[in-house]
């Protein structure tokens, strides 16, 4: 099993960049993807990482840190649009091709 | 053009008439999952298929069944629904080999238990 631990709320200036935290434990670690949800929707797929360090897809970037069970996803020059739930997931040896995912982090990005 | 296609996207029903949530996707995928999520939870996975290969969580209750005819269409069949079953019903595929494995969701199936 995996305990996925990552802020409840978050609030942030539009134009401003915000870090979103994400702590994990398990026991055979497979990757750690980041996901966006809007309120009512389907999450959506924002980045994948599976070896240390920082991937950066445009204003998203998302770093890990295997030995210390870390990840963070910032988002830079925020936008209204970026209010949502960010979700922290974790794949492990145990859980097959299946996803574990926090509860997620709300934000709200304020004019 | 939407790749995971869940029906229906609300489902109104009594506590305990059999329910049938379907999902259908284009992408060729040979995974397909279902989560659960309820207001402000994170999904939470029922049961996965590897093609024809079933994986049930240990936590799943036997009230949710899932079948899968063919690599394109699963469904998620509650059999009595109770209050508690009311959340959102998320579809999921993914392909088992190459790149990050993402997941690809529906837009969901938002149950109401009457």
Known sequence: GQNIDQPTEMTATEGAIVQINCTYQTSGFNGLFWYQQHAGEAPTFLSYNVLDGLEEKGRFSSFLSRSKGYSYLLLKELQMKDSASYLCAVRDADSGYALNFGKGTSLLVTP | ?114
């Not at chain 2, 379907?22 to 992408?27: E, G, K, V």
């Not at chain 2, 029922?46 to 290969?53: I, Q, R």
Request: aromatic share 14%; proline share 5%.
């Open chain 2, 1 to 114: 053009d939407a790749m995971v296609i869940q029906n229906p996207r609300y489902q109104v029903t009594q506590f305990g008439k059999p329910v049938t949530l379907s999902c259908s996707q284009t992408l060729n995928h040979n995974v397909m999952y279902w989560y659960q999520q309820k207001s402000s939870q994170a999904p939470k996975l029922l049961f996965h298929y590897y093609d024809k290969d079933f994986n049930n969580e240990a936590d799943t209750p036997d009230n949710f069944q899932s079948r899968r005819p063919n690599t394109s269409f699963c469904f998620l069949d509650i059999r009595s629904p109770g209050l508690g079953d009311a959340a959102m019903y998320l579809c999921a595929t993914s392909r088992a080999q190459g790149a990050s494995g993402e997941l690809f969701f529906g837009e969901g199936s938002r149950l109401t238990v009457l």
